[in-house]
Protein backbone atom coordinates (compact mmCIF):
# COMPACT_ATOMS: atom_id res chain seq x y z
CA UNK A 1 0.00 0.00 0.00
CA UNK A 2 1.24 3.60 -0.92
CA UNK A 3 1.66 5.92 2.08
CA UNK A 4 0.85 9.73 1.38
CA UNK A 5 3.41 12.38 1.66
CA UNK A 6 6.23 10.52 2.06
CA UNK A 7 9.57 12.44 0.28
CA UNK A 8 11.29 9.29 -0.55
CA UNK A 9 9.05 8.57 -2.96
CA UNK A 10 10.05 7.67 -6.57
CA UNK A 11 7.69 9.86 -8.96
CA UNK A 12 7.79 9.39 -12.24
CA UNK A 13 6.72 12.05 -15.06
CA UNK A 14 5.85 11.61 -18.46
CA UNK A 15 5.92 14.26 -20.26
CA UNK A 16 6.62 15.52 -23.99
CA UNK A 17 6.67 18.90 -22.72
CA UNK A 18 9.85 20.38 -20.58
CA UNK A 19 7.93 23.38 -19.50
CA UNK A 20 4.59 21.46 -18.48
CA UNK A 21 7.07 18.49 -16.79
CA UNK A 22 8.93 21.59 -15.20
CA UNK A 23 5.12 22.84 -13.38
CA UNK A 24 4.54 19.10 -12.54
CA UNK A 25 8.42 19.24 -11.00
CA UNK A 26 8.21 22.47 -9.21
CA UNK A 27 4.63 21.51 -7.41
CA UNK A 28 6.21 18.22 -6.66
CA UNK A 29 9.14 19.69 -5.05
CA UNK A 30 6.82 22.66 -3.02
CA UNK A 31 4.65 19.35 -1.84
CA UNK A 32 8.15 18.08 -0.08
CA UNK A 33 8.67 15.31 -3.12
CA UNK A 34 12.73 15.19 -4.36
CA UNK A 35 12.97 11.66 -6.17
CA UNK A 36 11.16 12.71 -9.63
CA UNK A 37 12.17 11.09 -12.79
CA UNK A 38 10.82 12.86 -16.22
CA UNK A 39 10.09 10.36 -18.90
CA UNK A 40 9.88 13.52 -21.87
CA UNK A 41 9.41 10.68 -25.10
CA UNK A 42 7.01 7.64 -25.27
CA UNK A 43 9.22 5.35 -27.28
CA UNK A 44 9.47 2.15 -25.02
CA UNK A 45 7.48 3.67 -22.33
CA UNK A 46 6.64 0.76 -20.02
CA UNK A 47 9.75 -0.68 -20.52
CA UNK A 48 11.58 2.64 -19.13
CA UNK A 49 8.92 3.16 -16.22
CA UNK A 50 10.04 -0.62 -15.19
CA UNK A 51 13.40 0.29 -15.15
CA UNK A 52 13.05 3.36 -12.62
CA UNK A 53 10.03 1.31 -10.81
CA UNK A 54 7.98 4.37 -9.74
CA UNK A 55 5.98 4.92 -6.62
CA UNK A 56 3.65 7.53 -8.15
CA UNK A 57 3.20 7.80 -12.01
CA UNK A 58 2.12 11.41 -13.42
CA UNK A 59 1.26 12.04 -16.90
CA UNK A 60 0.40 14.95 -18.74
CA UNK A 61 -0.63 14.76 -22.28
CA UNK A 62 -1.42 18.48 -23.95
CA UNK A 63 -3.96 17.03 -26.69
CA UNK A 64 -3.75 13.59 -25.90
CA UNK A 65 -4.55 11.18 -29.84
CA UNK A 66 -6.54 8.01 -29.22
CA UNK A 67 -3.10 6.09 -29.73
CA UNK A 68 -1.29 7.98 -27.05
CA UNK A 69 -3.98 7.81 -24.74
CA UNK A 70 -4.69 4.32 -25.35
CA UNK A 71 -0.97 4.04 -24.53
CA UNK A 72 -1.12 5.68 -21.40
CA UNK A 73 -4.45 3.45 -20.27
CA UNK A 74 -1.84 0.49 -21.02
CA UNK A 75 0.77 1.97 -19.09
CA UNK A 76 -2.04 2.36 -16.03
CA UNK A 77 -3.33 -1.55 -16.65
CA UNK A 78 0.20 -2.67 -16.24
CA UNK A 79 2.22 -1.13 -14.01
CA UNK A 80 -0.09 -1.18 -10.78
CA UNK A 81 1.04 1.53 -9.45
CA UNK A 82 -1.27 5.41 -8.58
CA UNK A 83 -1.55 7.37 -12.05
CA UNK A 84 -2.54 10.36 -12.28
CA UNK A 85 -3.30 11.59 -15.94
CA UNK A 86 -3.54 15.60 -16.53
CA UNK A 87 -5.18 16.38 -20.23
CA UNK A 88 -6.18 19.70 -21.61
CA UNK A 89 -9.34 18.76 -23.12
CA UNK A 90 -11.33 15.31 -22.84
CA UNK A 91 -14.35 13.64 -23.52
CA UNK A 92 -16.37 11.60 -21.42
CA UNK A 93 -15.36 8.07 -23.34
CA UNK A 94 -11.86 9.06 -22.77
CA UNK A 95 -12.63 9.66 -18.77
CA UNK A 96 -14.69 6.26 -18.96
CA UNK A 97 -11.23 4.44 -20.41
CA UNK A 98 -9.05 6.13 -17.85
CA UNK A 99 -11.78 4.67 -15.51
CA UNK A 100 -11.33 1.25 -16.64
CA UNK A 101 -7.55 1.26 -16.81
CA UNK A 102 -7.41 2.28 -13.62
CA UNK A 103 -5.94 5.44 -14.02
CA UNK A 104 -6.35 6.94 -10.20
CA UNK A 105 -6.83 10.45 -10.86
CA UNK A 106 -7.84 12.16 -14.30
CA UNK A 107 -7.80 16.00 -14.50
CA UNK A 108 -8.80 17.84 -17.57
CA UNK A 109 -7.26 21.38 -17.48
CA UNK A 110 -5.63 21.71 -13.92
CA UNK A 111 -2.38 21.75 -14.57
CA UNK A 112 -1.77 24.44 -12.05
CA UNK A 113 1.48 24.12 -9.59
CA UNK A 114 -0.40 24.28 -6.49
CA UNK A 115 -3.09 21.65 -7.27
CA UNK A 116 0.03 19.07 -7.70
CA UNK A 117 0.02 17.83 -3.81
CA UNK A 118 -3.97 17.70 -3.20
CA UNK A 119 -4.01 15.80 -7.36
CA UNK A 120 -1.14 13.47 -5.97
CA UNK A 121 -2.67 12.95 -2.97
CA UNK A 122 -6.22 12.11 -4.28
CA UNK A 123 -4.54 9.74 -6.82
CA UNK A 124 -2.73 7.65 -4.05
CA UNK A 125 -6.02 7.34 -1.71
CA UNK A 126 -7.77 6.70 -4.71
CA UNK A 127 -5.33 4.02 -6.06
CA UNK A 128 -5.28 2.03 -2.17
CA UNK A 129 -8.79 1.69 -1.43
CA UNK A 130 -9.28 0.35 -5.54
CA UNK A 131 -6.14 -1.62 -4.27
CA UNK A 132 -7.86 -2.86 -1.29
CA UNK A 133 -11.65 -3.85 -3.03
CA UNK A 134 -9.33 -5.83 -5.56
CA UNK A 135 -7.57 -7.90 -3.26
CA UNK A 136 -10.65 -8.66 -1.26
CA UNK A 137 -12.45 -9.43 -4.26
CA UNK A 138 -9.36 -12.01 -5.17
CA UNK A 139 -9.58 -13.58 -1.58
CA UNK A 140 -13.77 -13.79 -2.00
CA UNK A 141 -13.00 -15.76 -5.40
CA UNK A 142 -10.39 -18.17 -4.06
CA UNK A 143 -12.26 -19.05 -1.29
CA UNK A 144 -15.54 -19.56 -3.70
CA UNK A 145 -13.49 -21.20 -5.68
CA UNK A 146 -11.69 -23.52 -2.74
CA UNK A 147 -15.67 -23.99 -1.38
CA UNK A 148 -16.47 -25.50 -4.48
CA UNK A 149 -13.39 -28.00 -4.81
CA UNK A 150 -13.83 -28.68 -0.97
CA UNK A 151 -17.60 -29.74 -1.86
CA UNK A 152 -16.95 -31.62 -5.25
CA UNK A 153 -13.78 -33.11 -3.05
CA UNK A 154 -16.45 -34.37 -0.12
CA UNK A 155 -18.91 -35.60 -3.10
CA UNK A 156 -16.21 -37.93 -3.95
CA UNK A 157 -15.40 -38.84 -1.01
CA UNK A 158 -19.26 -40.26 -0.02
CA UNK A 159 -19.34 -42.00 -3.38
CA UNK A 160 -16.51 -43.97 -2.94
CA UNK A 161 -16.21 -44.68 0.39
CA UNK A 162 -20.05 -44.52 2.01
CA UNK A 163 -19.58 -41.76 3.65
CA UNK A 164 -21.33 -38.78 4.87
CA UNK A 165 -20.81 -35.37 4.20
CA UNK A 166 -19.72 -34.79 7.31
CA UNK A 167 -17.44 -37.81 7.44
CA UNK A 168 -15.93 -36.71 4.77
CA UNK A 169 -15.25 -33.30 5.78
CA UNK A 170 -13.82 -35.20 9.21
CA UNK A 171 -11.18 -36.87 7.05
CA UNK A 172 -10.47 -34.07 4.71
CA UNK A 173 -9.91 -31.99 7.83
CA UNK A 174 -7.41 -34.70 9.53
CA UNK A 175 -5.74 -35.19 6.32
CA UNK A 176 -4.54 -31.72 6.19
CA UNK A 177 -3.61 -31.15 9.58
CA UNK A 178 -1.42 -34.70 9.46
CA UNK A 179 0.35 -33.42 6.23
CA UNK A 180 0.52 -29.90 7.60
CA UNK A 181 -1.47 -28.50 4.33
CA UNK A 182 -4.21 -26.70 3.75
CA UNK A 183 -7.68 -28.49 3.28
CA UNK A 184 -7.91 -27.07 -0.07
CA UNK A 185 -4.82 -28.28 -0.96
CA UNK A 186 -5.88 -31.75 0.59
CA UNK A 187 -9.37 -31.61 -1.53
CA UNK A 188 -7.54 -30.38 -4.79
CA UNK A 189 -5.38 -33.62 -4.78
CA UNK A 190 -9.23 -35.44 -4.09
CA UNK A 191 -10.10 -34.41 -7.21
CA UNK A 192 -7.57 -34.19 -9.27
CA UNK A 193 -6.78 -37.94 -8.58
CA UNK A 194 -10.29 -38.63 -9.28
CA UNK A 195 -9.75 -37.10 -13.06
CA UNK A 196 -6.81 -39.21 -13.70
CA UNK A 197 -8.62 -42.52 -12.51
CA UNK A 198 -11.10 -41.91 -14.54
Do not use: W
Amino acid sequence: MVMIADPSFKIVIVDESPIRAAILREGLRDAGYGSVEHIDEMHSLLARIYAIDPDVILIDLENPSRDVLEQMFQVSRVVRRPVAMFVDQSDSHSIQEAVEAGVSAYVVNGLKRERIKPVLDLCISRFNVFAKLQDELERARSALEDRKILDRAKGLLMTAKGLTEEEAYVLIRSTAMREKKRIGEIAQSIVTASELLK
